[in-house]
């Protein structure tokens, strides 16, 4: 009976023993959730270009600027020079009508003194002039008899100059424009502006918009 229970007693220790021991082993962590990967654009090289931008559709409008149609107007002096036009603009194309026109032309500008009141003062004003230096002058007679002709030049500068050459000298000239009339060719063109301003080009003469009636 006290063998029985010793036997008792020895086992109750062991397995107290064996319960401490599995108590103080180390356990295993548990697994942990690996966190999602990150959705990030991907990595440039500071000097990569960036990539391009997909170019648009041209428009139409851009493409047919060139070949826009309308009416334009070259001049020619001559009834030669409008047919050579006239002859060149239908073989590049273009509807044509020739037209003959009058019109006034500036020749030159006429800078003198008014007449003066009798023969010896127009006299006094040249010999005056010609003290202060200005010779190359006219006394007049005629219709324009008693004035003082100070010159014709073609260029309205060059007269404005020599008018107040005079006039700083004490005298009052005045300009007088001289005209004539002048018969002169119109030739109208319809068709692209391209091929108009081309003809006019190559025979040295300016192209110019018009408002003329259409072609028949």
């Not at 009508?97 to 032309?105: F, G, I, V």
Request: glycine fraction near 6%.
């Amino acid at each position: 009976m006290r063998a029985s229970g010793l036997r008792m007693a020895v086992y109750a220790l062991a397995l107290a023993n064996l319960v401490v021991l599995l108590w103080h082993l180390p356990r295993e962590p548990a697994a942990r959730t690996a966190p999602p990967p990150l959705q990030a654009p991907p990595l440039r090289l500071v000097d990569e270009p960036a990539p391009p931008a997909a170019a648009g559709p041209v428009s139409p409008g851009t493409a047919e600027a060139g070949a826009a149609s309308g009416c334009w107007r070259l001049t020619a002096a001559s009834a030669e020079t409008a047919r050579a036009l006239a002859e060149a603009a239908r073989a590049a194309g273009l509807a044509v009508e020739l037209a003959q026109e009058r019109a006034r032309e500036t020749v030159g500008y006429w800078v003198y003194l008014p007449p003066f009141p009798d023969r010896a003062a127009a006299r006094a004003a040249v010999a005056d002039l010609a003290a202060k230096g200005v010779r190359d002058v006219q006394l007049l007679g005629g219709a324009r008899a008693n004035a003082v002709s100070l010159g014709l030049f073609r260029v309205r500068a060059l007269a404005e100059r020599r008018r107040a050459q005079i006039a700083a000298l004490g005298f009052q000239p005045v300009i007088e424009v001289h005209e004539r009339e002048v018969q002169r060719w119109r030739v109208v063109l319809r068709g692209r502006r391209a091929d108009a301003a081309h003809l006019a080009r190559r025979h040295g003469v300016r192209l110019r918009a018009c408002s003329a009636a259409p072609v028949g």
